[in-house]
């Protein structure tokens, strides 16, 4: 690892996690709308 590259911003690191964290809040927003029967818009109440 470069000792020089940039702590924050779109580093390699930073959009690993990211990939990581949307793919568990998407099959947790799946998951949620099978249990309930809702959507994600309907449990906001914009729907």
């Known amino acids: 690892m ?3 590259a ?3 911003g779109f580093t390699e690191f930073a ?3 990211n990939g990581r964290l949307a793919m568990i809040g998407f099959v947790a927003a ?3 709308e099978y249990v309930t ?4 818009l309907a449990q ?3 729907m």
């Open 44 to 46: 906001l109440g914009l």
């Open 37 to 40: 029967g809702q959507g994600v």
């Open 30 to 32: 799946l998951i949620t």
């Open 2 to 4: 470069n000792d020089n």
């Open 6 to 8: 940039p702590k924050v």
């Open 15 to 17: 959009e690993t996690w």
